[in-house]
């Protein structure tokens, strides 16, 4: 594998935040990771500043798992992996 390839991380299920900012990004991520069972994954994407710290303080209240996040050009990407 060439040093500049990435492996593309796998994921149950996807939300797209952007275009949304504080508190939308947060108040949606919620909403949609309740609809999702214990150890599923999902992959969020937003592109508001303040959902890098917003996304892992909840994460870090709830009991989500952050597995990665990659800041990508004006993108966030988190991948969660929801605990509870």
Do not use: H
């Not at 060439?2 to 919620?30: H, N, S, W």
């Not at 909840?58 to 509870?84: C, H, M, P, Q, S």
């Amino acid at each position: 594998m060439m040093a500049d390839e990435k492996k593309e991380r796998q994921y149950d299920a996807e939300l797209d935040t952007r275009g949304l900012f504080c508190p939308e990004p947060i108040f949606e991520v919620r909403t949609f990771s309740e609809s999702l069972d214990i150890g599923q994954t999902f992959k969020v994407l937003a592109d508001d500043p303040a959902a890098e710290e917003d996304l892992k303080r909840w994460a870090k209240r709830t009991g989500t798992e952050l597995v990665e996040f990659v800041k990508d050009e004006d993108d966030l990407i988190f991948y969660f992996k929801k605990n509870k």
